[in-house]
């Protein structure tokens, strides 16, 4: 007795995931790093984010003013030729730490400017991250609140 | 409702933005004392050509009308760059700007 069998012809459909770069899905670390904004220590911050203090100091140039008359608008700004992946800005005059945390994208020129609140005098803190190392500069500002400066 | 001023120039390849954004960025402890609800920036982009070319999570600690500058590659004069930032609160603002 002859069977006859059917042999299905199965098409595995090959489910074209889009390997685009999904360039505007964007990193939100607000959502991803919770605690990190909650950090009242640029150490604990720095962690929090980085998973790691051990830093390299420099190669990162940091400006800010000496001497802040206004601590309600401090210009920082800094530049570094790293082919950085993340940049945070700390300092640790407030009640929390983290002030910024940039992701940077491909074709972005680290040539950053931005400006901060600080309560009182403190350091600023900027550390980035070149395939998995960081780097961090500081520097001290001084707050002169409700003075004329000098 | 644009609330955020933008100035973006192309020199040499590389793209120069400066923007200015309307917003009170109120900290947790400046929003005590003013009796009002804190509120502040927590993500700006700015993208062009379909890209994103910056892209920060700030903190309340930002100066209040947040005022950033940065540099990119990869967009030359009459791109259009598009900023978009979203507040503690959930209100975005999308702001475009042609490259000068």
Redesign the interface.
């Known amino acids: 007795m002859l069977e006859r069998r059917k042999f299905l012809g199965l098409s595995v459909l090959a489910f074209g995931v889009a390997t685009a770069p999904v360039n505007l899905s964007a990193v939100n670390f607000r959502e991803t790093k919770p605690n990190l904004w909650k950090a009242t220590k640029v150490d604990d911050a720095i962690k929090e984010l980085f998973g790691t203090t051990t830093a390299t100091k420099g190669k990162i140039k940091l400006k800010a003013p000496d001497i802040a008359e206004n601590g309600a608008v401090i210009p920082v700004s800094f530049e570094t030729d790293l082919k950085a992946s993340k940049i945070a800005v700390f300092q640790d005059a407030n009640p929390e730490s983290a002030v910024a945390v940039f992701d940077i994208p491909d074709n972005a020129i680290i040539d950053y400017g931005i400006r901060i609140k600080m309560a009182e005098t403190g350091t600023v803190t900027v550390v980035a991250q070149e395939n998995g190392k960081l780097y961090k500069v500081s520097k001290l500002v001084k707050v002169t609140i409700g003075g004329c400066g000098g | 409702m644009a609330k955020t001023r933008i100035k973006a120039k192309e020199k040499k390849g590389?793209v120069t933005v400066k923007t200015l954004s309307k917003h009170p960025?109120l900290?947790?402890?400046e929003a005590k004392r003013a009796k009002k609800e804190v509120n502040f920036i927590?993500?700006f982009?700015a993208?062009a050509n379909?890209?994103?070319?910056?892209?920060?999570?700030?903190?309340?600690?930002?100066?209040?009308d947040?005022?950033?500058?940065?540099?990119?590659?990869?967009a030359k004069k009459g791109d259009e760059i598009t900023i978009t930032w979203v507040d503690l609160k959930g209100n975005k603002d999308v702001s475009t700007k042609k490259i000068r």
């Open positions: 590389v960025m900290s947790y402890v927590t993500h982009m993208e379909g890209k994103v070319v910056y892209e920060v999570s700030t903190s309340q600690f930002l100066s209040k947040p005022y950033m500058k940065f540099k990119f590659t990869g």
